[in-house]
């Protein structure tokens, strides 16, 4: 997070993990009311938010905090002991899997998690690794390349992506947001591991439109909708065309590391402008100039304001380094547009839907 804020000119900003007296990372173990089998028959989008409001109801419970959960359930069985065509098949062989980020919780399955290190030692070995992954017996998400190395990259990325949407970034055409986060070998190593020709890839995460996010009302928010708060765990849902346009950049992607000079491990303009702002990375104060901006009260001077389409997809932005674009327009003969999303100076975000 720091590095990539770097390198879009923006300082080295990153969250707090929380820490023990030693200065040691706490590492929380939640045991949950769900049992094994209720896991493997919920959705990812339920077991989400059951596991949201189990957090919200227990004693790591903390408004100022965010978590970040990994679902210890998770399990891959192949019964054919054929080799998956698709994603979509190894998804349906795996049980208690889920990938899903916003508002409080991003949550994770951990079929995958074998191929992550131990150690920092081992990063940049483990990104690198060859090691052909076994169909048979272990899930492969590591966007067709099905290698140890493509699928640490592939899975750690999408933790990144799932982060970026517990604070508020919508999807976008390129970048961390889209499937940019496949690059993280390309990103941590001088080169990377062999890549094959891969199929589809799927949406790392389900979506959902801002209209139906108040189903889920657990706890607060930094968030605010049409001045009142907006519930702590929102998730976004799956929509073709999200899909469609995921496929489109990792095509993209694809024909870029060919050429191995590119890298889509990194923010769009305005997602990390959004980031900079964050009372999560930033402490700001707050002028209370209040003003109305496109139908959004915002509380104090605008620092990002976007327009976004189905499953919060980022369509047209503003930022405050851009004084020669009037933000008022942005919304104007747009009938594919949903909502907006505004983060003022001070970090406060401001959401408001558009009939």
């Known amino acids: 997070m720091a590095e990539t804020l770097w390198e879009s000119g923006l300082g080295r900003k990153t969250f707090d993990l929380q820490q023990d007296k030693t200065g040691s990372v706490i590492c929380h173990t939640l045991h949950s009311k769900l049992s094994v089998a209720d896991c493997w028959s919920m959705t990812g989008e339920q077991l989400w938010e059951s596991v949201g409001r189990e957090i919200m109801l227990s004693d790591i419970k903390n408004d100022k905090c965010k978590y970040l959960g990994f679902l210890s359930c998770t399990r891959y069985s192949n019964p054919t002991g054929l080799a998956p065509s698709s994603y979509n098949q190894v998804l349906k062989m795996t049980k208690g899997h889920v990938a899903i980020g916003g508002g409080g919780l991003a949550l994770f399955g951990t079929g995958s998690l074998w191929t992550w290190p131990t150690t920092l030692a081992q990063v940049q070995s483990r990104l690198l690794s060859t090691e052909k992954i076994d169909p048979d017996i272990l899930m492969d998400d ?17 933790v990144l992506h799932e982060v970026g949407h517990c604070f508020d970034l919508g999807h976008t055409d390129e970048g961390i947001m889209a499937r940019g986060f496949d690059d993280m070998d390309l990103f941590f190593t001088l080169g990377s591991a062999v890549v094959r020709k891969r199929g589809h890839l799927d949406p790392c ?53 060919q050429n191995k000079e590119a890298s889509g491990v990194f923010w769009t303009s305005s997602c990390a402008m959004m980031l900079s702002k964050q009372k999560w990375m930033n402490s700001s104060t707050c002028s209370n100039h209040k003003e109305t901006i496109c139908g959004v009260e915002v509380c104090c001077e605008l620092g990002v304001l976007e327009i976004r389409g189905e499953g919060g997809k980022v369509m047209k932005f503003w930022t405050n380094d851009n004084q020669d674009l009037n933000p008022e327009s942005l919304s104007a003969g747009n009938s594919a547009a949903t909502n907006i999303l505004a983060i003022t100076n001070c970090g406060n975000v401001f959401k408001k839907s558009l009939p």
Do not use: H, M, W
């Open 205 to 257: 995460s389900s979506y959902q439109n801002d209209d139906d996010i108040s189903s889920v009302s657990i706890g607060r928010s930094n968030s605010c909708t049409d001045g009142d708060y907006s519930p702590r765990f929102t998730s976004i849902r799956r929509s073709d065309s999200i899909s469609k346009y995921l496929e489109g950049y990792s095509q993209k992607r694809l024909r870029y590391q």
């Open 142 to 158: 590591s966007a067709y390349r099905g290698t140890v190395g493509g699928s640490f990259a592939t899975t750690l990325g999408s």
